[in-house]
């Protein structure tokens, strides 16, 4: 059973950081690709990032390119995603997700987390 679990969200100033985690469980971390992923209220989940599978690539969505990092340590079934000068606009529930990446695209699974709030302040 493929369970995704994020953390690390929370109430920021605008300029401000966090540091998103989800720790992955249940199949092979180091086999599939990781993404990113936001839901703002009232709005459709939209793409942030995707690192692959072993950290070698990455994309971004445009709205966050320069401020937002994705990383990954498959010892730790971990991948991270570092926010900094967020944005108000940045404000949404955060979800993470398994999947694969070929020729330059995330095709998602169907295997989300619970998610985690961020807020950014103005």
């Known amino acids: 059973q493929v369970q995704l679990v994020e953390s690390g969200g929370g109430l920021v100033q605008a300029g401000g950081s966090l540091r998103l985690s989800c720790e992955a469980s249940?199949?092979?971390?180091?086999?599939?690709?990781m993404g990113w992923f936001r839901q703002a209220s009232g709005k459709e989940r939209e793409f942030v990032a995707v690192?692959?599978?072993?950290?070698?690539?990455?994309i971004y969505a445009d709205s966050v390119k320069g401020r937002f990092t994705i990383s990954r340590d498959n010892a730790k079934n971990t991948v991270y995603l570092q926010m900094n000068s967020l944005k108000p606009e940045d404000t949404a529930v955060y979800y993470c997700?398994?999947?694969?990446?070929?020729?330059?695209?995330?095709?998602?699974?169907?295997?989300w987390g619970q998610g985690t709030q961020v807020t950014v302040s103005s």
């Open positions: 997700n398994q999947g694969a990446y070929m020729s330059g695209k995330y095709y998602p699974d169907n295997y």
């Open positions: 249940g199949r092979t971390f180091s086999s599939y690709a």
């Open positions: 690192i692959t599978w072993s950290g070698s690539s990455t």
